[in-house]
């Protein structure tokens, strides 16, 4: 039996500590062993970078359970080369738990990517959005074509997780693993709050070939 859910306005402090107590109950019903197996360590073939948007949880949105991601969350789901975070995470996935895929998912509706399409002064993370609106700028022509307001979003949602996951590629951690033999995959995905699904983007690169050339290293 499934751990009774509780409307987000009733969430508090005790419900949290309550549910995780549902939680466990339910999975040692389902598997005896499943936290015994979980405690000896993870081999998650997959490293996920997404929004921190309560709405797209890592997890519940591709059916996979504890140990099965590894996981990297942030406003708007960027991704930039002097972010020590993110490195560090892409670094542990890609050389210790030898991920096989690396996967930039970005979402429509995204808070972040629309505070980047205004001129609206927010606070501190200007700064952060500031990385989406270079996006713009990389895809001005494209994105000046589009007239409709709804559509430029969606569509700088979609660059937004392209050129992440571009810069993932960048990384000299991902053209090391590439040179090394190592297999592995990045991709952009992006995930409709309005239907729940995922759409791959198409723009998967394996291999060192992929990389635009100013950005090898060797
Ligand atoms: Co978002």
Same mark, same amino acid.
């Given at each position: 039996?499934?751990?009774?859910?509780?409307?987000?306005?009733?969430? #508090? %402090? +005790? $419900?949290?500590?309550?549910?995780?107590?549902?939680?466990?109950?339910?999975?040692?019903?389902?598997?005896?062993?499943? /936290?015994?197996?979980?405690? +000896?360590? @993870?081999?998650?073939?997959? &490293?996920?970078?997404?929004?921190?948007? #309560?709405?797209?949880?890592?997890?519940?949105?591709?059916? $996979?359970?504890?140990?099965?991601? /590894?996981?990297?969350?942030?406003?708007?789901?960027?991704?930039?080369?002097?972010?020590?975070?993110?490195?560090?995470?892409?670094? %542990?996935?890609?050389?210790?738990?030898?991920?096989?895929?690396? =996967?930039?998912?970005?979402?429509?509706?995204?808070?972040?990517?629309?505070?980047?399409?205004?001129?609206? @002064?927010?606070? =501190?993370?200007?700064?952060?959005?500031?990385?989406?609106?270079?996006?713009?700028?990389?895809?001005?022509?494209?994105? +000046? $074509?589009?007239?409709?307001?709804?559509?430029? /979003?969606?569509?700088?949602?979609?660059?937004?997780?392209?050129?992440?996951?571009?810069?993932?590629?960048?990384?000299?951690?991902? @053209?090391?693993?590439? #040179?090394?033999? @190592? +297999?592995?995959?990045?991709?952009?995905?992006?995930?409709? &709050?309005?239907?729940?699904?995922?759409?791959?983007?198409?723009?998967?690169?394996?291999? &060192?070939?992929?990389?635009?050339?100013?950005?090898?290293?060797?």
């Amino acid at each position: 039996m499934c751990a009774k859910t509780i409307e987000t306005k009733d969430i #508090s %402090y +005790e $419900t949290l500590l309550q549910g995780n107590r549902d939680w466990v109950k339910d999975m040692q019903d389902s598997d005896p062993t499943f /936290f015994d197996k979980l405690s +000896e360590g @993870q081999n998650p073939p997959v &490293l996920w970078i997404g929004c921190s948007d #309560s709405r797209v949880p890592a997890n519940q949105i591709t059916n $996979t359970k504890p140990g099965d991601v /590894f996981v990297h969350r942030n406003i708007a789901n960027v991704v930039v080369h002097t972010d020590m975070n993110m490195l560090s995470v892409l670094d %542990y996935s890609v050389n210790v738990l030898k991920v096989k895929h690396v =996967i930039v998912c970005g979402h429509y509706g995204c808070g972040g990517v629309k505070a980047a399409l205004g001129n609206k @002064q927010v606070g =501190i993370i200007d700064n952060w959005l500031r990385n989406i609106r270079d996006v713009y700028r990389t895809h001005d022509r494209e994105m +000046e $074509t589009i007239k409709d307001a709804e559509q430029k /979003f969606d569509r700088l949602v979609e660059l937004n997780a392209i050129e992440g996951a571009a810069n993932i590629m960048n990384t000299s951690i991902v @053209q090391n693993a590439w #040179s090394n033999g @190592q +297999e592995l995959s990045v991709h952009a995905w992006v995930y409709s &709050l309005k239907t729940g699904i995922i759409k791959d983007l198409k723009v998967t690169s394996s291999s &060192l070939d992929d990389v635009t050339p100013v950005f090898k290293v060797s």
